[in-house]
């Protein structure tokens, strides 16, 4: 057979893969990517869909209910809650987003090493993540956002840290599982160095897992922002965020609820959705960890 | 032997037997729970005591010399409180006051006696240990004459000498040997003689009060207060709604008060004095130390619309920098009303077309939360964009002390005569920073010349004059910016009688007295 040809099956395989990977996704992961698609295109187009500006206060409409003036109402300020619920969306998808990416990278980083290496390093770099992991996140978080001002790369540093750990546990057992295998030694024999079989090697077989694992934790990530900003620790105000409009609508929540709740619903949805997909991913790349469960 | 009965005349049996046992007496409950709008205390030592939860609290576990008519904050219905009586010598210089005899102090610290009194009064008076020093200048020399007389000599005539020994900041008489043994644990456990004591504090929950049994006007009728800290107003009005509490702080917020006044049975109390905020702009500091900057911020602000938001019930426009209800209040005294593009020129002019950036230290507490957030908006509108920095309101109370906030937005009353808010805002020995700091926010020495000629002035006229002169300085220097005039207020079920009839209090909440009683 020539060189094209096994190119050509390979590639074939490789579409065939996502293929199946796609065709196993049920129902749930749709409805989960559609929506964080939907809430992304929203935060993307805020300016456009947006009716008021964010910040703009109009005192004679305090808590104006929904109407054709103001979409969803408007807040205690008589700012529009529908402009205010779209700019959100920028925060609290920047901030789950983000926070996840960068402990996805730190934690899987020091689970893999703590894996392949073993012995002291593996006990030292676990035992820390284990001192971490031993707070619940929404207070290690806080704590952190206290210490170093609410401002957005500090909550997204601070979340990260705290999602730091469940990355590490799994990568770490991910890189323990495949360390011994058979692959693994011929690399070995071959001569490769370690952080190249690591990194090129080991961590493609992981990896889905880990995935998996971000998904699921960007849900906690969006309730921990939004937790931190209820409880007065999110960004400063005008700054439209979720947390902070059902922190603003709960003090107002027996004149006009709509001001909590509408935000309220949006963090359900969004935490919905990431779970959903979470949970579909997992189904599909490990079935066993769906009856473990 | 089965003996049966009929079963009537079990039941003729048991009824009987219920008739004849006592029947419990329908007391009204004597056990009172507060709501309150804080999520802790702060410094309960009254020389100290700055927060209105502070104040508040404080008015309950302390007397002074002499008191306002509880409800009143008018300084003509001043009477004997501790001092059965008083004489004046003919220059007006020495005050000797008689004191009641056996008096008690909470907690079985003994009898009240002049010597305390003397300790309290000399502590007042001395910037280490008191926040409230500069008021007590004039006084040169306190002593005990026997256990029962104290005279006060002071170095000059000063026009209220019974204000600052009435029941309010420094006026309080604290125990002597309390103050001694607990050191700086007194200021989480107080010991006065007022008609309710602290007991305990639980942190973030409440504080728990028990009645004075020994208070010298008669043991209160209430047996128990709880002072729960409620600092979520949602919270805090369900607590309310749902009976838990018997009355709250409420928010000088008009859809507040449509909705408590429209529950059965619930009074709502808006009292004075009315709590004045002024925005104050510390001159020190970069870009505010060129006036222009500051006369723009004046200019940008537009407090119409921060009274418009908490409704006219309980706010008005400010006018000047000390509460209207004071001795010495003028209006006229150069206000700059809001003028938008006057404070755009201005910033141009100072060499910030663009606008600039400026930083605030700002209470979470609801209303300095809300009318911040009405500020911010307002000054972006001339292109001054203001970064708030909310913190908790006790440890807001902390940094701007620290002078950590360039701008400082403050609501206070003080005792109703000019020099009072003019010394502790606006005189240089206030200033924040200092060893005799209080609250001068802006580093304002403007009127320090005026201010203290009128503390010695004797010819009212003349007095008044001076301190009308301090406040056109002080504005024209725009020290800081007035911005509205808030009532306080609380809201009780029907059944509640304070005691009073509640039209004000200087301790900026309730007082609670051996009258406060539950009616039913």
Request: proline fraction near 5%; glycine fraction near 8%; include cysteine.
């Amino acid at each position: 057979m020539s060189e094209r040809s096994t190119a050509t099956v390979e590639i074939r395989e490789r579409k065939s893969g996502f293929r199946s990977f796609v065709s196993k996704l049920n129902i749930s992961t749709w409805a989960g990517l559609i929506i964080v698609l939907a809430l992304l295109a929203a935060a993307i187009f805020a300016p456009q869909l947006a009716t008021h500006s964010p910040s703009k206060q109009n005192i004679m409409d305090q808590l104006a209910e929904p109407g054709s003036q103001y979409l969803l109402g408007a807040d205690q300020f008589g700012r529009d809650i529908w402009t205010r619920l779209l700019y959100g969306a920028r925060y609290s998808l920047t901030i789950g987003f983000f926070a996840i990416v960068v402990a996805l990278f730190a934690g899987t980083f020091i689970g893999m090493i703590a894996g392949y290496r073993g012995g002291r390093i593996d006990i030292i770099f676990m035992q820390v993540m284990d001192v971490v992991l031993a707070f619940p996140s929404l207070i290690l978080g806080l704590a952190l956002v206290a210490l170093m001002g609410a401002t957005l790369t500090n909550i997204i540093i601070a979340i990260a840290f705290t999602a730091t750990p469940a990355f590490a546990r799994i990568a770490r057992a991910g890189v323990i599982t495949q360390r011994d295998r058979e692959y693994v030694q011929a690399c070995q024999a071959m001569g490769f160095s370690g952080p190249r079989i690591l990194f090129r090697h080991i961590m493609p077989a992981i990896l889905p897992e880990v995935m998996v694992m971000a998904s699921l934790w960007m849900a906690t990530a969006v309730r921990t922002e939004a937790s931190l900003a209820f409880i007065g620790l999110g960004l400063a105000p005008p700054t439209p965020t979720w947390g902070g409009m059902v922190r603003d609508g709960f003090d107002n929540i027996l004149s006009a609820f709509h001001l909590a709740i509408v935000p309220s619903l949006a963090i359900l949805l969004l935490v919905l959705a990431f779970n959903l997909i979470g949970d579909g991913l997992r189904d599909v790349i490990d079935p066993r960890l769906k009856d473990a469960s | 032997m089965n003996i049966k009965f009929p079963k009537s005349c079990l039941m003729a049996a048991m009824l009987g037997a219920t008739a004849l046992a006592p029947l419990p007496a329908l007391a009204a409950k004597t056990e009172l729970s507060l709501g309150a709008g804080a999520e802790d205390i702060g410094r309960l030592d009254p020389h100290y005591a700055a927060s209105t939860i502070d104040r508040t609290l404080v008015a309950w576990i302390f007397g002074g010399l002499v008191r306002f008519a509880p409800g009143t904050t008018d300084p003509a219905q001043i009477e004997p409180d501790l001092a059965e009586s008083w004489d004046v010598s003919d220059d007006g210089l020495v005050w000797t006051f008689k004191l009641r005899e056996g008096v008690q102090w909470q907690h079985g610290y003994g009898e009240v006696t002049a010597e305390d009194v003397v300790f309290s009064l000399e502590k007042s008076a001395d910037p280490e240990r008191s926040a409230y020093a500069s008021e007590y200048s004039a006084f040169e020399k306190v002593e005990a004459v026997d256990p029962y007389t104290v005279r006060i000599t002071l170095s000059q005539v000063i026009p209220n000498v019974l204000g600052p020994l009435a029941n309010y900041a420094g006026g309080f008489i604290i125990s002597k040997k309390a103050y001694e043994e607990r050191g700086d644990a007194f200021s989480r456990q107080p010991v006065g003689f007022g008609p309710f004591q602290l007991d305990t504090v639980e942190s973030g929950v409440a504080a728990h009060f028990t009645a004075h049994q020994d208070y010298f006007r008669g043991e209160p009728e209430l047996s128990k207060v709880t002072y729960r800290f409620l600092n979520s107003a949602s919270a805090r009005d369900l607590a309310f709604l749902a009976g838990e509490v018997d009355a709250i702080t409420g928010l000088a917020d008009q859809k507040w008060l449509e909705r408590t006044l429209a529950i059965d049975g619930v009074t709502v109390d808006v009292f004075d004095p009315a709590e004045l905020t002024i925005l104050h702009i510390n001159s020190q500091q970069p870009p505010f130390d060129d006036l222009r900057v500051r006369q723009a911020l004046a200019y940008a602000v537009d407090a119409s619309r921060i009274a418009q938001y908490r409704g006219p019930e309980f706010t008005r426009v400010a006018k000047s920098v000390v509460p209207s209800n004071n001795l010495g209040y003028t209006e006229d005294n150069g206000y700059m009303a809001f003028d938008a593009e006057k404070a755009q020129e201005l910033l141009a002019e100072a060499g910030y077309p663009d606008g600039l950036t400026v930083k605030m230290i700002s209470s979470q507490l609801p209303s300095y939360e809300s009318s911040n957030q009405i500020l911010q908006a307002q000054l972006e509108e001339v292109g001054i964009t203001l970064e708030l920095e909310p913190v908790e309101h006790a440890t807001w109370h902390q940094m701007i002390r620290q002078d950590l906030s360039p701008l400082v937005s403050y609501g206070a009353a003080r005792f109703p005569v000019a020099d009072v808010y003019l010394t502790q805002f606006f005189h240089s020995d206030s200033i924040v920073g200092t060893d005799t700091a209080v609250t001068n926010f802006s580093h304002c020495d403007v009127a320090d010349e005026q201010i203290e000629a009128a503390r010695v002035e004797t010819d009212p006229q003349k007095q008044i004059a001076l301190w009308e002169e301090a406040q056109k300085l002080i504005i024209e220097a725009v020290c800081g910016v007035p911005t509205t005039e808030t009532a306080g207020v609380w809201a009780r079920h029907g059944n509640l009688d304070w005691g009073f009839d509640f039209k004000g209090s200087m301790s900026l909440g309730p007082l609670l007295t051996e009258k406060t009683r539950f009616t039913d």
